[in-house]
């Protein structure tokens, strides 16, 4: 059975920075891409960054590239987000997820091509 158990989040102002965590379980990490998700109750769910578990190279969202930065702990089996220089139209509800490549490129970074997800958390910028 997989988990992914998220942590992090929370309520910073504009140009501050938080991270998220994802731990997964129950995963095989041979070709498995993971990935940040973020939806608000006006956009559907977009892709923040993809990345894939066994090379490391790593997709971002335009609007977040150089300022958001996706990490991995093989021996923790985590994920993170980094996340600086946070602003307003950062918030949102932040969701990890998970897939086995099955021969998917890492880049395409959209949700219905995820199989797993954690239970969410909610990012908020103040002004």
């Known amino acids: 059975q997989v988990q992914m158990v998220q942590s992090g989040g929370g309520l910073v102002q504009a140009g501050g920075s938080l991270t998220l965590s994802c731990t997964a379980s129950?995963?095989?990490?041979?070709?498995?891409?993971m990935a940040w998700f973020r939806q608000t109750s006006e956009k559907e769910r977009e892709g923040v960054a993809c990345?894939?578990?066994?090379?490391?190279?790593?997709y971002y969202e335009r609007s977040v590239k150089g300022r958001f930065t996706a990490s991995r702990d093989n021996s923790k089996n985590t994920l993170y987000l980094h996340m600086n220089n946070l602003r307003t139209e950062d918030t949102a509800m932040y969701y990890c997820?998970?897939?086995?490549?099955?021969?998917?490129?890492?880049?395409?970074?959209?949700?219905?091509?995820?199989?797993?997800w954690g239970q969410g958390t909610q990012v908020t910028v103040s002004s």
């Open positions: 997820a998970a897939r086995n490549s099955g021969g998917i490129y890492y880049t395409e970074c959209v949700d219905v091509t995820f199989t797993y």
């Open positions: 129950g995963l095989t990490f041979d070709d498995v891409h």
């Open positions: 990345i894939s578990w066994t090379t490391g190279s790593t």
